[in-house]
């Protein structure tokens, strides 16, 4: 029994977030997506009529899975715990990350140097993760614009350690980077008189 043709679209999407991550915006072809979808190619231009509409979905996919991700770290009541979560995460996925370093890094990367129109929407996704964590520090107690602040160092350092962990190939990188972001978290909870 085949799989529902209503699902094909959300294959093709998984697939191009894949093949993007694995060979490059550039490198992926709309042929090979199909492939890797088990779709047939005349059934990805029904969905997709250009690379550039396939990327927008991929962008709203990637969105919308750390919409849930950060929606799950919320089961937490604790804004400095879901903060630390939120940190913790880079060692969950750091294998992947030295690996193939971080995907939506190196879609910024190749959408910006092709000049596509989609340059700009990859923002979206990195504004999910700091509005989220703007929202976290602004319950922890801190105004909005030192809750922007934190937000930034926060997401500059996360990736940082995340490519630098890529370039390396050492996911102890990512590690010790998890590890002060987490003493940084502890300092400035206690700094604004809060107690564990």
Same mark, same amino acid.
């Given at each position: 029994?085949g799989?529902?043709?209503? #699902?094909?679209?959300q294959r %093709?999407v998984?697939?191009a977030i +894949?093949?993007?991550h694995?060979?490059?915006?550039v490198?992926?072809?709309l042929?090979?997506?199909?492939?890797?979808?088990?779709?047939?190619?005349g059934?990805?231009?029904?969905y997709?009529?250009?690379?550039?509409?396939l990327?927008?979905?991929?962008? #709203? $996919?990637?969105?919308a899975?750390l919409?849930?991700? &950060?929606?799950?770290l919320?089961?937490?009541?604790d804004?400095w715990?879901?903060? $630390?979560?939120?940190?913790?995460?880079?060692?969950?996925?750091? *294998?992947?990350?030295?690996t193939? @370093?971080?995907? !939506?890094? +190196? %879609?910024?990367?190749? !959408?910006r140097? *092709?000049?596509?129109?989609?340059?700009? $929407?990859?923002?979206?996704?990195?504004?999910?993760?700091?509005?989220?964590?703007?929202?976290?520090?602004q319950?922890?107690?801190?105004a909005?614009g030192?809750?922007?602040?934190?937000?930034?160092?926060?997401?500059?350092?996360?990736? @940082?350690s995340? &490519? %630098?962990?890529?370039?390396? *190939?050492?996911?102890?990188?990512i590690?010790g *980077?998890v590890?002060?972001?987490k003493?940084w %978290?502890?300092q400035?909870?206690? #700094?604004? +008189?809060?107690?564990?």
């Open positions: 029994m799989r529902p043709a209503t #699902d094909k679209r %093709l998984s697939a +894949g093949q993007f694995r060979k490059g915006y490198n992926t072809s042929a090979g997506v199909a492939t890797a979808a088990g779709v047939s190619a059934n990805l231009f029904y997709f009529k250009t690379k550039s509409d990327g927008r979905a991929a962008v #709203d $996919e990637w969105c899975l919409t849930g991700y &950060l929606a799950a919320e089961s937490d009541d804004p715990r879901r903060l $630390e979560g939120f940190v913790e995460q880079a060692r969950i996925r750091a *294998e992947m990350y030295v193939l @370093g971080c995907p !939506l890094a +190196g %879609l910024a990367r190749d !959408l140097r *092709e000049g596509d129109p989609l340059k700009f $929407e990859v923002s979206r996704v990195y504004r999910v993760q700091t509005g989220w964590l703007a929202a976290q520090f319950m922890a107690g801190f909005p030192p809750s922007e602040e934190h937000s930034n160092f926060l997401m500059a350092s996360y990736h @940082g995340i &490519l %630098l962990a890529y370039a390396q *190939e050492d996911p102890s990188l590690d *980077e590890e002060r972001l003493t %978290l502890r400035i909870r206690t #700094d604004c +008189g809060q107690s564990f």
